[in-house]
């Protein structure tokens, strides 16, 4: 089952017009590595889901659904 936490994520990289492909590199990962997160396969380190948060401009809460 799909988790809000990468639609999040999908919806902010597509709104900034970054491909799956280009992220990873913003992020220093490779593509395969990026998939596997957004597949559920393997976490998404806390670094990185901070450098997503600076990188777009948004809160960790909402990259993580944790808004109430």
């Known amino acids: ?3 809000i936490i990468y639609k999040n ?13 280009n992220l990873a ?3 220093d990962v490779t ?7 957004m597949r559920g396969k393997t976490e998404i380190p806390a670094s ?3 450098q997503m948060k600076r990188m777009w401009n948004v809160s960790a809460d909402y990259l ?4 109430d």
């Open 1 to 3: 089952m799909e988790s």
């Open 9 to 21: 994520i999908e919806a902010e990289r597509v709104r900034h017009g970054d491909t799956k492909e």
């Open 25 to 27: 590199q913003k992020l």
């Open 31 to 37: 593509t395969k590595t990026y998939l596997n997160w």
């Open 48 to 50: 990185i889901l901070l």
């Open 64 to 67: 993580l659904d944790t808004d």
